[in-house]
């Protein structure tokens, strides 16, 4: 539709018209997506966070379990999990590792605490920021 302008209801000559509106669809469409960007950049960080977060649960109980079998011990276990969290994300990550004999429910457990950075910009985070812990139930 063209664009039509009309005169002023009052006999000025004036021309009304949407010619003041001009440039306005830039502007609106740099705030948008400005606004979108932010927002799906923190989404990916968020993602990030969570897979770090399930990645240490998983080592730190796959290391509990592999330092409660009958030829292992506590120092096998900080040694698997920091393997599988070296091979999985960071050598950074798995710093921090340690065991301990725990009770859980009447059961006697082997307990894997890792606490690593906290993700917040990519990889980079507050050390210490994120603590984890993974059980086993230890035979004998």
């Known amino acids: 539709m063209p664009f039509r302008s009309r005169v002023a209801?009052?006999?000025?000559?004036?021309?009304?018209?949407?010619?003041?509106?001009?440039?306005?669809?830039v502007v609106d469409f740099v705030l948008v997506g400005g606004?979108?960007?932010v927002f799906f950049?923190?989404?990916?960080?968020?993602?990030?966070?969570?897979?770090?977060?399930?990645?240490?649960?998983d080592a730190a109980s796959s290391g509990a379990r592999?330092?409660?079998?009958?030829?292992?011990?506590?120092?096998?276990?900080?040694?698997?999990?920091?393997?599988?969290?070296?091979?999985?994300l960071n050598a950074d990550f798995a710093r921090d590792i340690s065991t301990s004999e725990a009770s859980f429910q009447g059961i006697?457990?082997?307990?894997?605490t890792v606490r690593a950075p906290l993700p917040v910009i990519?990889?980079?985070g507050p050390v210490a920021?994120?603590?984890?812990?993974?059980?086993?139930?230890?035979?004998?």
């Not at 409660?68 to 999985?88: C, F, K, V």
């Not at 006697?108 to 894997?112: A, H, N, P, Q, S």
């Not at 920021?129 to 004998?140: C, D, I, K």
């Open 9 to 25: 209801e009052d006999g000025s000559g004036v021309r009304v018209g949407r010619g003041d509106e001009r440039g306005s669809a």
């Open 35 to 37: 606004l979108l960007t």
């Open 41 to 57: 950049l923190a989404v990916i960080q968020l993602t990030l966070i969570l897979h770090v977060r399930n990645t240490l649960i």
């Open 66 to 88: 592999y330092g409660t079998l009958a030829d292992r011990t506590s120092s096998d276990a900080r040694e698997r999990t920091a393997e599988l969290i070296g091979t999985a």
């Open 108 to 112: 006697r457990t082997l307990e894997v």
């Open 122 to 124: 990519g990889l980079i």
């Open 129 to 140: 920021g994120l603590e984890v812990r993974g059980h086993a139930a230890t035979s004998g």
